[in-house]
């Protein structure tokens, strides 16, 4: 199934790819959500995205100048992240993989912690019960199965359709395309349908998972996998921020009040590589590449911005935005120093331990050995 | 002032150690911006661009195209503003001070005049990545010998005394709580009695090990409650007899001399309902209930009183009245003494609804809020002896009733299956019935189906 193929199968789309926002009569549940946003609203998620673009450029000049041990570019997927994102509730819990710095961003995460984890000077640096946004899960799939057993546990607190606004809360996991070929997720899915848990899966189909094409991870559309499970689900253009925001925010309402598990497949393309490891360039094709480019969620949402009648200046205030974020996240990488080595032991038990304490006193006293500044 | 700025070969690649020049996009002279690419390089793994670190004029490239670079070598150098990110250091003297943590926070880019010294100075790749020749450059100074470094340090952690000589260490241990023991330890402590903060802990740095564990849940039942009190001085000591004491003893007196008692025991094999129990416990529809071998003997019983009615009724010299209903009683060690509340229709409860009722008496029980009501108008009784470690016993009748059963611990032992000895969770069934209502073949018939349960809990379904 090429990329172009996919308009065969039925996806919730608001906004064209020319901007035009159209409510199809079978998703006018999704409309309503829309109906709520003001001007404001969407000049955040404009700015939202344009921010984390141009963060995301910045990071992998930086990894290419030897400031970080790797970069995770998330580029053509910002409308997924960003709409997503801004549709969690208030005490809803997120579980990302390792490329959701759009919804990071959306849930107050200083992006610095992000440059820091892959320098390899700290594993995250965010506290999870205060942003409620957990660690990124490294290991593909891992975090879905974390979620999914939050979910359960909420489901078993009573935290589920009690309405109660300040206690009732829904999960969301996300994963890509590659990890849905993981047990795992399976996994996850048959845990959440049996419990009726209060999760929401939101796969971020980038039809590359690393080097294999989606097509040789499924025969079916992605949204279909969870329904043999017990887990319904649908298809949104992922690029288009306006679907991810609504059909997200339902799915997590629903969730939230009970509706149990819930499955979106949100359909778009990694524009860059799958790290800084590789190089796209020696499996897939240009042309395929400059058919997605040419889809670009910003682009699209600058399209719609522009018909509501928003001017160059709001463009122009973004972009001076982004320059003074790139020159601050540069300006605090090279400033980053090395952690003390006591660091790495920290957080291995939750108290204090006499092998690992024995191992901390070992470490320094090798690393004492080299003598003062004797590190020629 | 300006500065001369080193832009050296990262590793772009997750450990790669070199890389081939295969184009400049800039030249000695010329004006870059910061992340101007400035060189096409091919590594091991991929083509690529490299974006300039600063902003500069380009003074000298180091290297030719084809040319390959190892990691952590300069590639260009330029001249740079000032304090210039990316350009890190202000040392503009002729013969660079390296400062070890300038340099770590400089990663590859170093600033000097002396383009020499920068080369045979430290490079430090950030950890896990670049190439493991850098440990060669650095040298070890002739300090404190490893074995020696260690020693001195182990001397400054808390000491853990052997327990096994100091049992005054043991006492402090366990007075703090601090009791080391991974989570499979605790689990299996947990799940076999035994009290961690009382087992001696072997591991070698103190913490509790499986065979202490094992050793541990031997003793247990010998010495649950390891603390003496000390001898009262008084020679006697008079408690009034009153309250519950008082109505227990009448119970108890009226019951024994009132219904003539027949006891009958058996031996059963209840490795089918522990892990039944284990299954339950493990279900979603249980998570949160107190899911108990009592509760599998319970549910046993009622099914059991089905289909021998007699056992369930009670003997008022004009008549016996069988009791098509179960108040199902549960004797109860509380504070102020026994007490035997029952669960009211028990046999109309689902297994959840009956664990929950369960826990439920329990817990008001041991508040000592238990009601008179709750303990009227009940119809069997089971007393749950098994808990203090007791094999079984010949339980006597609660009032008004003709039949309790006797449900003793539950422990491995040898037991014959298919004529080869095997150890399996065995328990001993005591039950006692008023002979007056219940005759032997009854009684019999009703503790062997109350055992078949034990014996095989999917009888339940039936």
């Known amino acids: 199934m090429s990329a172009q193929d996919a308009s065969r199968v039925p996806m919730v789309q608001l906004l064209s790819p020319e901007g035009q926002y159209s409510v199809p009569a079978e998703y006018a549940e999704y409309g309503k959500y829309i109906d709520q946003l003001g001007e404001a609203d969407f000049l955040k998620f404009y700015r939202d995205m344009a921010r984390i673009r141009r963060f995301d450029n910045e990071a992998t000049a930086l990894q290419r100048q030897g400031q970080l041990g790797l970069w995770i570019p998330a580029i053509g997927q910002e409308a997924a992240q960003i709409g997503s994102g801004h549709g969690v509730g208030h005490n809803d819990h997120i579980f990302p993989s390792y490329r959701e710095h759009g919804v990071a961003l959306t849930h107050g995460i200083d992006l610095m912690s992000i440059l820091k984890m892959l320098r390899g000077v700290n594993h995250g640096g965010w506290n999870p019960d205060e942003t409620r946004f957990h660690l990124y899960g490294i290991v593909l799939g891992t975090q879905v199965l974390h979620a999914t057993g939050y979910a359960m546990g909420v489901k078993f607190d009573g935290k589920v359709g009690s309405g109660n606004h300040d206690e009732d809360l829904a999960v969301i996991s996300y994963f890509g395309d590659g990890a849905t070929a993981e047990g795992d997720i399976s996994e996850s899915f048959l845990f959440a349908a049996t419990t009726q848990a209060p999760i929401v899966f939101f796969c971020q189909n980038n039809q590359w998972a690393i080097s294999s094409p989606v097509n040789s991870q499924t025969t079916v559309p992605l949204y279909q996998r969870g329904s043999g499970f017990g887990v319904p689900g649908i298809r949104i253009d992922g690029n288009d921020i306006l679907a991810s925001y609504a059909v997200t925010k339902k799915h997590m309402d629903d969730a939230r009040n009970g509706a149990g598990p819930y499955m979106i497949e949100a359909l778009t393309y990694r524009i860059g590589a799958h790290t800084s490891s590789d190089d796209p360039s020696k499996y897939r094709d240009q042309a395929e590449v400059d058919y997605w480019a040419a889809r670009d969620p910003l682009i699209r949402f600058e399209k719609f911005l522009r018909r509501q009648g928003i001017g160059d200046d709001f463009f122009a205030e973004c972009e001076a935005a982004g320059e003074a974020l790139s020159a601050e996240i540069r300006e605090k990488t090279f400033a980053l120093g090395e952690p003390p080595i006591e660091n790495m032991f920290k957080h291995v038990y939750s108290e204090t331990h006499p092998l690992i304490e024995e191992q901390l006193a070992w470490l320094e006293a090798y690393e004492a050995s080299f003598g003062e500044g004797g590190a020629h | ?462």
């Open chain 2, 1 to 462: 002032m300006s500065q001369i700025a080193f832009f050296n070969l990262p590793d772009v690649g997750e450990g790669l150690t070199e890389a081939e020049i295969v184009s400049w996009k800039v030249k000695p002279g010329d004006t870059v911006a910061v992340n101007q690419v400035i060189v096409e390089i091919e590594t091991a793994k991929s083509l690529v661009e490299l974006p300039c670190p600063f902003a500069g004029v380009i003074q000298e490239l180091h290297g030719a195209e084809g040319d390959t670079i190892e990691v952590g070598k300069p590639l260009i150098s330029a001249v740079v503003a000032d304090g210039a990110v990316g350009a890190v250091s202000t040392n503009t003297s002729a013969i660079p001070v390296v400062d070890p943590v300038a340099e770590a926070a400089s990663a590859h880019t170093a600033v000097a005049d002396n383009a020499a010294a920068v080369v045979e100075s430290r490079q430090p790749n950030l950890v896990g990545y670049g190439s493991s020749n850098h440990a060669g450059s650095r040298r070890r100074g002739p300090v404190t010998a490893p074995a020696a470094a260690v020693a001195a340090a182990s001397a400054s952690l808390p000491v853990v005394a052997n327990p096994a000589t100091s049992l005054v260490n043991v006492v402090s241990v366990t007075a703090e709580d601090k009791v080391i023991a991974k989570p499979p330890i605790r689990k299996l402590a947990k799940d076999l009695g035994v009290d961690l903060t009382r087992v001696t802990p072997t591991g070698f740095a103190g913490e509790v090990t499986r065979e202490d564990v094992l050793g541990g849940a031997q003793q247990a039942s010998v010495f649950r409650n390891l603390s003496t009190p000390e001898a009262p001085s008084a020679r006697e000591e008079r408690i009034p007899v009153k309250g519950v004491r008082k109505a227990i003893a009448n119970a108890m007196v009226s019951s024994a001399f009132t219904a003539p008692h027949v006891s009958i025991f058996v031996d059963v094999d209840a490795t089918r309902t522990m892990e039944y129990v284990k299954r339950l416990k493990a279900s979603t529809d249980f998570a949160g209930v107190k899911v108990t071998p009592l509760l599998i003997m319970a549910k046993a019983m009622i099914w059991a009183v089905r289909r021998n009615p007699m056992v369930n009724s009670t003997w008022t010299d004009e008549e016996i009245i069988v009791h098509n209903f179960v108040n199902f009683g549960i004797a109860a060690a509380t504070p102020r003494g026994l007490i035997v509340p029952n669960i009211k229709d028990a046999d109309k409860m689902s297994m959840l609804e009956l664990a929950k009722a369960i826990e439920n008496l329990a817990a008001v029980a041991r508040e000592g809020k238990t009601t008179p009501a709750d303990m009227k108008d009940g119809t069997i009784t089971i007393t749950n002896i098994g808990v203090f470690g007791v094999d079984t016993g010949t339980p006597i009748l609660n009032p008004g009733e003709v039949g309790i059963v006797a449900l003793g611990s539950i422990r491995p032992k040898p037991w014959v299956v298919n004529n080869e000895i095997q150890v399996r969770q065995v328990t001993t069934i005591g039950a006692t019935f008023d002979h007056r209502v219940v005759d032997g073949d009854v009684a019999s018939r009703f503790v062997q189906d109350v055992a078949s349960v034990i014996e095989e809990p999917a009888l339940l379904l039936d």
